[in-house]
């Protein structure tokens, strides 16, 4: 079965970066379009990015310029560096496939 991992969540004050990662299992990861999602507090859930089985990204307007994914097929691995995080970047980071299979979610707070 499809199984999805993220880590990589923390807490961090505002204009720092962290680096999210998913690993997924039970798919053929090289063929896979992957994308990344966050739901904050009160909120639907919003698509952040996403990468194509060929390695072309697309983002939110909320982010592009400030995050970035990217893959690693030999690891099974996608990747959201995010930079200049803000306050409002506060939520839990879910990684999915097909947006059939979602992991467990990470938690990022920006705070000072």
């Known amino acids: 079965q499809v199984q999805l991992v993220e880590s990589g969540g923390a807490l961090v004050q505002p204009g720092g970066s962290l680096r999210l990662s998913c690993v997924a299992s039970g798919l053929n990861f090289q063929f896979a379009d992957m994308a990344w999602y966050r739901q904050a507090p009160g909120k639907e859930r919003e698509v952040v990015a996403h990468i194509s089985a060929g390695n072309i990204p697309h983002y939110a307007d909320t982010v592009r310029g400030r995050f970035v994914i990217s893959r690693d097929n030999a690891k099974s691995t996608s990747y959201l560096q995010m930079n200049s995080l803000k306050p409002e970047d506060t939520a839990m980071y879910f990684c999915?496939?097909?947006?059939?299979?979602w992991g467990q979610g990470t938690q990022v707070t920006v705070s000072s």
């Open positions: 999915t496939y097909k947006s059939l299979y």
